[in-house]
């Protein structure tokens, strides 16, 4: 990775989401589309409620037989690694190290609310390792 180099600049944005009452299926389905490990969770106007990731949906799959008409709002992390477009990758990465889950969140503050324009993922950061700029 770049020293120097933030999320912005080394991150495409734009994310894969889905609202708290899509339907497991639905989610994993997306995920399968576009080969993906998760999905960012917003509400009506946009704002970051969590991610769903593929382990959450197998899990709940192995658990139940009603998995594929249940709702992500029941199964998705809340408590989620955020950064601004503005960090440094590096940063980003000790974030991702330093909390269970594969992926950060980059996002916009819009008040109280945080708006997700991008994930971050180990396999980007991965990338950056090895890219030749």
């Not at 994930?119 to 090895?130: E, I, P, Q």
Request: overall charge negative.
């Amino acid at each position: 990775m770049k020293k120097g180099r933030t999320v912005l600049q080394a991150k495409r944005l734009g994310i894969y989401s889905c609202s708290p009452t899509t339907s497991l299926l639905a989610a994993i389905r997306l995920m399968v589309e576009e080969d993906i490990g998760g999905l960012v969770v917003v509400d009506n106007n946009g704002f970051l409620r969590g991610i769903i990731r593929r382990t959450d949906v197998l899990k709940v799959y192995l658990d139940r037989d009603d998995w594929a008409v249940l709702p992500v709002k029941d199964f998705m992390h809340t408590e989620v690694p955020v950064v601004t477009p503005s960090t440094l990758l590096g940063d980003a990465a000790r974030l991702l190290l330093s909390h269970p889950m594969e992926q950060v969140v980059v996002a916009l503050r819009e008040g109280e609310e945080l708006r997700p324009v991008a994930m971050l993922t180990d396999g980007d950061l991965a990338y950056h390792l090895v890219k030749a700029d």
